[in-house]
């Protein structure tokens, strides 16, 4: 299955200077089967240490910190070799032992040529604890998110459609029958969404009853997770608020509205806790009055992103023939707000954490919103979101007008097009918009 962060992986890899590597995700976007593949694709013979499944490991970083005394320890319980430049050591579910991760400042130090990588779904509650001594500058990091619909199209055998969509230009007209599959494309990723198993799934079985049970599965297995970073009182706000999340993705959080039993405090704390474990990205909103686009970022105003698209339509039991269908569906803006807001932090940088943003104005009689802005080429690119054909962007004018913006984006079903500063591209061409947006500039 094709992951774009093999890449990045490739370029750590080769370099003198590497340090070890942490990969850090939500659980069940792929992070171990990405490291296993990315060891036999480039010949590392791959030592793997899970120390949610082999605890046993973990007496040897509680003994010490020394790498070369760790090595040496390994490779008596594991019986397999540690070769410097030859070998990958993965320390899988690395958050069960946090002295491994305190450990990986010394595998730079005292065996900087070993490949140490470092994997864990919980890994930001271990590392944003007060009481943890983070390796700093001796410890690189990586982000993977669920499979981006680029990726998709890849793992589905659409590589010619990936070809060709790298090669269009803002000037071409994309033949309809293409655009339309493309859109039918676009909707079948809503329905499967983009964790591995279930894409996985999809291709193989083509069942989309199966895609269901797995979809349910894993959210099953997110509040199963609960326990494990909550105190009793914790988890049953953690699972009231996780149930609640599906019904206010893409919509302005206001805590009054969300829950009147809970106190704002108790879902400000789940909401962190849900974050930490990947399971939503929060999208502040900003005044867009320069870049960083985080220096202007008001705190308490802020939206919610799932996940992944599939995960959110399972969990508010959308069936898939829904979202095939070519009908409107009833909630059809914020399942596209989400994919949109899914497929913008998957072109963002992998080894910083995502962020993003949005505009809105409160001003009595003269309200706007804006759903997404984007920091590219040294320039805010205001998006707006528009489910079907709508072609009224009243607020995007208006933010391009009083911010002197030169350029505006709307991503909808509508074809590729651009007139009067508005770039016109639709939902199965996100994956291109930095490539498009350079040419423009």
């Given at each position: 299955m094709f992951r774009s962060l093999m890449q990045d992986l490739v370029r750590w890899k080769d370099r003198s200077d590497r340090s070890p590597l942490l990969l850090r995700g939500a659980r069940q976007v792929g992070k171990s089967f990405l490291v296993e593949q990315f060891a036999v694709a480039h010949s590392l013979q791959c030592v793997t240490i899970n120390f949610e499944h082999q605890p046993e490991y973990a007496e040897f970083?509680?003994?010490?910190?020394?790498?070369?005394?760790?090595?040496?320890?390994?490779?008596?319980l594991s019986r397999k070799k540690l070769v410097p430049g030859q070998s990958l050591l993965f320390l899988d579910e690395i958050q069960e032992c946090p002295r491994a991760i305190q450990a990986l400042r010394y595998f730079k130090e005292q065996l900087p040529e070993l490949h140490v990588i470092g994997a864990g779904s919980l890994l930001e509650f271990v590392l944003n604890d007060t009481n943890f001594r983070m390796p700093v500058g001796r410890v690189e990091f990586l982000y993977l998110k669920p499979l981006s619909f680029h990726e998709f199209l890849m793992a589905a055998g659409q590589t010619d459609y990936c070809d060709f969509l790298a090669e269009v230009q803002?000037?071409?007209?994309?033949?309809?029958?293409?655009?339309?599959?493309?859109?039918?494309?676009?909707?079948?990723y809503w329905a499967v969404g983009g964790m591995p198993a279930v894409v996985n799934s999809f291709i193989t079985e083509a069942d989309w009853e199966?895609?269901?049970?797995?979809?349910?599965?894993?959210?099953?297995?997110?509040?199963?997770?609960f326990g494990k970073y909550a105190t009793k009182t914790?988890?049953?706000?953690?699972?009231?608020?996780?149930?609640?999340?599906?019904?206010?993705?893409?919509?302005?959080?206001?805590?009054?509205?969300?829950?009147?039993?809970?106190?704002?405090?108790?879902?400000?704390?789940?909401?962190?806790?849900l974050g930490s474990a990947g399971l939503l990205t929060q999208i502040h909103a900003t005044s867009a009055a320069g870049l960083?686009?985080?220096?202007?970022?008001?705190?308490?105003?802020?939206?919610?992103?799932?996940?992944?698209?599939?995960?959110?339509?399972?969990?508010?039991?959308?069936?898939?023939?829904?979202?095939?269908?070519?009908?409107?569906?009833?909630?059809?803006?914020?399942?596209?707000?989400?994919?949109?807001?899914?497929?913008?932090?998957?072109l963002q940088a992998t080894y910083e954490p995502s962020a993003l943003y949005f505009w809105q104005r409160d001003t009595p009689g003269s309200q706007a919103e804006v759903d997404y802005l984007l920091a590219e080429q040294?320039?805010?690119?205001?998006?707006?979101?528009?489910?079907?054909?709508?072609?009224?962007?009243?607020?995007?004018?208006?933010?391009?007008?009083?911010?002197?913006?030169?350029?505006?984006?709307?991503?909808?079903?509508?074809?590729?097009?651009?007139?009067?500063?508005?770039?016109?591209?639709?939902?199965?061409?996100?994956?291109?918009l930095p490539r498009l947006l350079q040419r423009l500039n």
């Open positions: 970083f509680e003994a010490t910190l020394d790498a070369k005394r760790l090595v040496r320890s390994i490779e008596l803002i000037q071409d007209t994309i033949p309809t029958t293409i655009h339309q599959d493309l859109l039918d494309w676009v909707k079948r199966r895609c269901q049970a797995l979809q349910a599965f894993l959210l099953q297995t997110y509040r199963d997770d914790q988890h049953a706000h953690l699972q009231k608020v996780f149930a609640k999340l599906p019904g206010v993705v893409t919509k302005q959080f206001k805590y009054v509205d969300f829950d009147r039993e809970l106190r704002a405090e108790n879902i400000r704390h789940a909401l962190h806790m960083p686009l985080s220096a202007d970022a008001i705190e308490k105003k802020f939206k919610l992103l799932f996940l992944d698209v599939g995960l959110l339509n399972r969990a508010c039991f959308i069936p898939p023939e829904s979202l095939l269908m070519r009908q409107p569906l009833v909630n059809q803006g914020s399942v596209t707000e989400q994919f949109v807001g899914q497929e913008l932090l998957c040294g320039l805010i690119i205001p998006i707006e979101v528009k489910s079907g054909h709508s072609r009224r962007l009243k607020s995007l004018h208006m933010l391009m007008a009083e911010k002197h913006l030169p350029l505006g984006v709307r991503i909808s079903e509508s074809p590729l097009a651009y007139h009067d500063a508005l770039l016109s591209i639709p939902l199965y061409l996100i994956h291109e």
